[in-house]
């Protein structure tokens, strides 16, 4: 129980699921010693190389989705006439809405990034200490317990924070609900280690539920720089280059079915070229379970 692989409720015990489950609940303790969490993690990295990919694709199974980047209502959507404006960005569409409404804020290291650091596979988007993002009263409890790498932030802080992590390119996915899951635990994902994003990308799948939103490049103020093309954490970007005499057909194009609509190119776009148009009209549910638990409950 202490190390994370076995939990009890009331006087009865259990085995957690694999992933989500003791993966994390393993690695945010990190009450094992170091040669044995490095051992792990060689194993954990194994498993979302050869093993996650086929399940994934096979249950067409989703955890998370994508909330949109911090200044999205100021700078990255344009109106869609065919939603209602006041609809436009809903509460639990975006991160922007969790920090307005709290004070308190944690992160804690990033568990799939941190497997691979241990296993001599580091990411190269971003460290493991630029991790998950907790907030309110759930916050202060991973530093009290001594969650791996929390640390306490105030509300600027946790706005520096968030907008570093767009900066990186790392994608805040949050569990597909619009209750209490939602609005407490994100994380800030990268393709080559998130748990979700990267077994998804090897078979050119989403592994995320994609959000209500997709990019809309203006061809005017786009000047080919390639950041978006970069930064998009599902290769769902590429550079068409000209034909034409005159250069008129050479753009960035959206592969639309790879598209997870996290918001990660037009955060990064220097001239502001991007712009998330609302594409979808998509309601999470209440709650979101795994089993009979929540994604949560499976932490604690």
Not at 32 to 60: C, G
Not at 149 to 155: D, E, I, S, V, Y
Not at 235 to 262: K, N, T, W
Request: glycine share 6%.
């Amino acid at each position: 129980m202490e190390i994370g692989t076995v939990s009890k409720k009331g006087t009865k015990f259990c085995l957690e699921p694999i992933i989500p489950g003791i993966f994390e609940k393993y690695y945010i303790r990190s009450k094992d010693t170091e040669e044995n969490l490095s051992e792990a993690a060689k194993l954990y990295r194994d498993i979302m190389k050869e093993i996650m990919p086929q399940r994934l694709r096979e249950l067409d199974w989703r955890l998370f989705w994508p909330l949109l980047p911090i200044e999205t209502e100021e700078k990255l959507v344009e109106i869609n006439k065919e939603f209602d404006v006041q609809a436009q960005v809903l509460p639990y569409e975006t991160i922007k809405k969790l920090i307005e409404e709290n004070d308190q804020f944690a992160v804690i290291t990033c568990q799939c990034r941190l497997i691979g650091e241990l296993s001599g596979e580091p990411c190269e988007v971003a460290p493991a200490e630029m991790g998950c993002f907790v907030v309110g009263a759930a916050g202060q409890m991973m530093v009290a317990d001594g969650a791996r790498g929390a640390r306490l932030l105030n509300k600027q802080e946790a706005i520096e924070f968030i907008k570093e992590t767009e900066k990186k390119g790392l994608v805040h996915n949050a569990v597909f609900d619009k209750g209490y899951e939602s609005s407490v635990f994100i994380c800030n994902c990268c393709s080559c280690h998130c748990a979700y994003l990267f077994p998804a990308k090897l078979f050119h799948e989403k592994g995320v539920y994609p959000s209500n939103y997709s990019p809309k490049f203006n061809n005017e103020l786009c000047i080919k720089c390639e950041t978006c093309m970069r930064k998009c954490p599902n290769e769902a970007i590429y550079h068409r280059f000209p034909i034409e005499p005159d250069l008129s057909d050479e753009q960035m194009v959206l592969i639309e079915e790879m598209c997870i609509g996290c918001g990660v190119c037009a955060a990064n776009c220097p001239n502001e070229a991007i712009k998330m148009i609302k594409v979808r009209d998509n309601v999470p549910p209440e709650k979101h379970l795994i089993g009979n638990k929540t994604f949560t409950e499976l932490l604690q």
